[in-house]
């Protein structure tokens, strides 16, 4: 019965619409910031809870701070993995937990009736405060991953992303994949895991993000709740400075596949970044608008030496990867990438036509408003916009920062901040 009314719940909410959120900031006690957002009249919450430990605080560790985030449900305080599953079932919640390179983060979405949200929110108090990291979970855990681990050698498109990584990030913390190798994690404890947590998952580390039918005083009750048992800790010291590759380069990997996997690209943009919406809109243009792209139409309309291509800049807390990317024939390769790189620099020559600057504005702010209109999606926003600390009124005034960007602004930022002669070129595939 709780399944078919959160079903219903979600529903509803997918077809809502916020034309923009209010969020309102503050700080607990022990210092987390909380960004909330009332979103009246349907009886759901998310609650996240958000961490600076992602894969960049692995350190040699590599896969450390996934395996973390993956066990924390597996056990914690007197309750098992399974107690802990029935409890969330029982009152129809869900809970989820993740990594990504800055940031690790556990979320619960819930009901509001007080009976079933006190018992959602009790447990993932428990889940967050008092993970037990036992030995038998984490030999399941490991094994697991490492299988996982084993199974991505299996994969060309996956060695490819590892490789590009690599070329791109050398020795920065963002080089490595966020799961680890099988080399380091073959090698973890529990107790290796048990020293990330208590280092990073504190109070002065944390960040709640709380979207749904809650009063204010409700979610600061939520907030202090949650964290009232970690410790307050320190924040870690900031993740170092990306150093740009000091030449381009070509790399090869020998794979048996049928289609050749082509990814180039450099570091490209942080979340800060004065030339973020420049970059942005122009990425529409060039790879980023899927099938009216400049690399789609050259590559796969004009020629059909690829199913697709595109391009996409994935900002973080330094600069995440500019990445302009293909698969094709392993015959075709050549040719494929001879297709990208011409694309590519034509763009950086002319930039864009008016023509292709209007659709790409009417396409990105068409469809922006469906972006956060579910509470799931509306917490991911409110989350990057606490973590990365945006301003909060980033939703309202974006649609304008789109709108402001000019041809001249794309081709500056293009021709300073992704320049050919250092770009990272990365083929996987057979018969090279």
Do not use: C
Request: charge should be negative; glycine fraction near 8%; charged fraction near 20%.
């Amino acid at each position: 019965m709780r399944f078919n009314l959160i079903g219903l719940v979600l529903l509803l909410l997918s077809q809502t619409v916020w034309s923009a959120a209010k969020i309102e900031n503050w700080q607990t006690p022990q210092g987390s910031r909380v960004y909330y957002v009332r979103t009246a009249g349907l009886p759901m919450v998310d609650v996240r809870v958000v961490f600076d430990a992602g894969s960049a605080r692995d350190e040699a560790k590599f896969g450390v701070a996934a395996l973390t985030s993956a066990l924390l449900d597996s056990g914690a305080g007197d309750l098992s993995a399974d107690d802990i599953a029935q409890r969330f079932e029982s009152v129809g919640a869900n809970y989820s937990a993740g990594v990504n390179e800055d940031m690790a983060w556990l979320a619960i979405r819930t009901l509001t009736e007080k009976a079933l949200f006190d018992k959602a929110l009790a447990t993932f108090e428990t889940v967050l405060s008092k993970p037990a990291f036992n030995q038998a979970d984490f030999e399941r855990e490991k094994a697991r991953t490492l299988a996982g681990l084993k199974h991505r050698e299996e994969s060309p498109g996956e060695l490819a992303g590892i490789a590009f990584n690599k070329a791109l990030y050398g020795d920065h913390p963002y080089a490595h994949p966020e799961t680890g190798v099988v080399e380091t994690v073959a090698g973890f404890s529990a107790d290796d895991l048990k020293s990330f947590y208590q280092k990073y998952y504190v109070a002065a580390n944390a960040m709640v993000v709380i979207v749904g039918d809650v009063s204010r005083e409700q979610a600061e009750q939520t907030a202090n709740q949650l964290l009232s048992k970690l410790p307050v800790g320190s924040k870690p010291a900031e993740i170092p400075v990306v150093t740009m590759p000091s030449k381009a380069s070509k790399q090869h990997i020998e794979f048996p596949s049928t289609q050749t996997h082509v990814l180039v690209g450099l570091p490209g943009t942080y979340r800060k970044d004065p030339d973020y919406f420049a970059l942005y809109v122009g990425n529409h243009i060039l790879g980023g608008g899927s099938m009216v792209s400049r690399l789609f139409e050259e590559v796969r309309e004009k020629r059909g030496l690829a199913y697709g291509a595109y391009s996409v800049f994935a900002p973080l807390y330094r600069q995440g990867p500019f990445m302009m990317s293909l698969q094709t024939r392993n015959d075709q390769t050549e040719q494929a990438l001879d297709v990208l790189l011409k694309t590519f620099n034509e763009f950086l020559d002319t930039g864009p036509s008016d023509k292709e600057l209007t659709a790409a504005k009417q396409n990105i702010t068409g469809g922006f408003a469906m972006r956060f209109d579910t509470n799931s999606k509306l917490t991911d926003y409110v989350a990057m916009i606490g973590f990365y600390q945006q301003p909060l009124d980033y939703l309202d005034t974006f649609q304008s920062n789109v709108e402001a960007v000019s041809i001249e602004q794309i081709k500056d930022a293009f021709k300073r901040r992704v320049k050919p002669e250092l770009l990272q070129t990365v083929t996987v595939g057979a018969g090279k």
